[in-house]
């Protein structure tokens, strides 16, 4: 198996009453692999992280899964972390399930939107309140025509 430098940074939206124990859990499951810095900001109610290291990609996901456990835990939003593994670049979407899903869901929206923005496509977005009407009814809240 390949090792590769792996870096996992970002910010994380906590619970008030977060405990400096819960915190330190985590950095003793993680030292083990990487070098590890949680930093709690009691005042904004963020944990900051920045977990990095060289490791097999394996030792990275295990990583994550225990950074997704406690954000399920502890988080008050969804959050998106930047994860490196050998020179890839990923993103890390973690905290309440709901959140989680919304962030995943805006993410496909925008990488469609690149490609249609990729190969000069000229569309009409046609937004309309909801209603009970069928499809195509009632007057449009916004038409834009977007040129690229």
């Not at 309309?128 to 009632?138: C, D, F, I, M, W």
Request: net charge negative; glycine share 8%.
């Amino acid at each position: 198996m390949e090792k590769g430098t792996y870096v996992l940074s970002g910010s994380l939206p906590v619970n008030d009453d977060l405990e400096a124990e819960q915190i330190e859990r985590v950095r003793r499951h993680l030292s083990g692999f990487a070098s590890v810095y949680l930093a709690h900001d009691e005042t904004a109610h963020t944990v900051s992280l920045h977990i990095s290291g060289t490791m097999l990609r394996d030792d990275a996901r295990l990583i994550g899964r225990r950074i997704e456990k406690f954000a399920e835990e502890n988080c008050t939003a969804g959050a998106i972390l930047l994860a490196e593994w050998n020179g890839l670049t990923d993103w890390l979407v973690v905290g309440i399930n709901w959140h989680v899903q919304c962030l995943l869901k805006l993410g496909a929206v925008q990488e469609q939107f690149a490609r249609l923005v990729e190969r000069d496509f000229d569309f009409l977005v046609r937004l309309e309140p909801p209603s009970e009407k069928a499809a195509g009814e009632g007057q449009p809240l916004m038409c834009v025509s977007i040129a690229t």
